[in-house]
């Protein structure tokens, strides 16, 4: 077994302890309920260090991981939606109505990062063609993801209503999570099959570091705290929250009308 192997064992091991002890903070800190995609997200990472350990031959581990990261893709999208539901906890109406929305701004991303694609295909210096592609798509994945978060970020700032100062936690350390991820595949990608032990590690201490990030900032559900990062005067708050609810309030009417005459 090489060093190197050795060493993604026990960042792998590391990585599952904090992962685990993650997901226990979520249950007792009662987070899992506003949270369920980010629990399952972690639930599939803790089976994914565990099949490595268990079959740390890649052979092995490859059959696993063909099945496993078209399943990781979708759940890690799932996660971001979850990330844009609870920014508008207050507003279901808005939220309803702004799938269309956060559709067409992912696609976008999705195309962005389709256009930053030439940069990193490399197919001639990897030694096994069909893992590239999956890294290959999980960059541009990832890559789409970071791109929303960035705006879903920019938002936040704007943003003039108090919000959960847990949602922008989570938002931020998402989107440096993914980052990392996204940096090192594109890297893995351009330099090929020599790197990708390298990117592998880079991944997880990234993700530890993350990990540890979510466990000390992420407040207990009985203890909520409201911010806002947009400083402006009380009465033109007010006046901004005040159409916020009446549009809320309108869409959720206008979505009991259609339920309604479909009946």
């Not at 990781?72 to 971001?80: D, K, N, T």
């Not at 207050?90 to 195309?111: C, E, K, N, Q």
């Not at 540890?212 to 929250?241: C, F, H």
Request: charge should be positive; include cysteine; aromatic fraction near 14%.
């Amino acid at each position: 077994m090489s060093q190197m192997l050795i060493y993604m064992r026990w960042m792998s091991g590391l990585e599952l302890l904090l992962i685990a002890l993650l997901l226990v903070l979520l249950v007792r800190r009662s987070l899992f309920r506003t949270y369920p995609y980010f629990c399952l997200y972690l639930g599939s990472e803790i089976l994914a260090r565990v099949t490595f350990l268990l079959f740390p031959l890649r052979t092995r581990y490859a059959e696993f991981y063909f099945g496993y990261t078209p399943l990781q893709w979708v759940i890690g999208i799932l996660v971001v939606y979850e990330l844009y539901a609870n920014i508008l906890t207050d507003y279901p109406g808005i939220v309803s109505a702004g799938r269309w929305v956060i559709g067409g701004t992912f696609l976008i991303a999705v195309l962005i990062s389709l256009a930053s694609g030439g940069y990193d295909w490399n197919l001639s210096g990897q030694s096994f063609p069909k893992i590239f592609y999956y890294t290959y798509a999980s960059r541009g994945i990832k890559t789409a993801v970071v791109l929303f978060l960035f705006g879903m970020t920019v938002f936040l700032r704007w943003f003039p209503a108090p919000l959960d100062r847990n949602v922008h936690v989570h938002g931020l350390i998402l989107f440096i999570y993914n980052l990392i991820a996204a940096a090192s595949l594109m890297i893995q990608n351009i330099k090929g099959a020599e790197f990708t032990d390298n990117a592998n590690l880079a991944i997880s201490l990234g993700n530890c570091l993350c990990l540890l990030g979510w466990m000390w900032q992420l407040s207990p559900m009985q203890r909520p705290k409201r911010v806002t990062y947009r400083k402006i005067d009380p009465l033109d708050e007010e006046r901004i929250l005040a159409k916020l609810r009446s549009i809320n309030d309108t869409l959720v009417g206008a979505s009991k009308d259609k339920s309604g005459d479909r009946e």
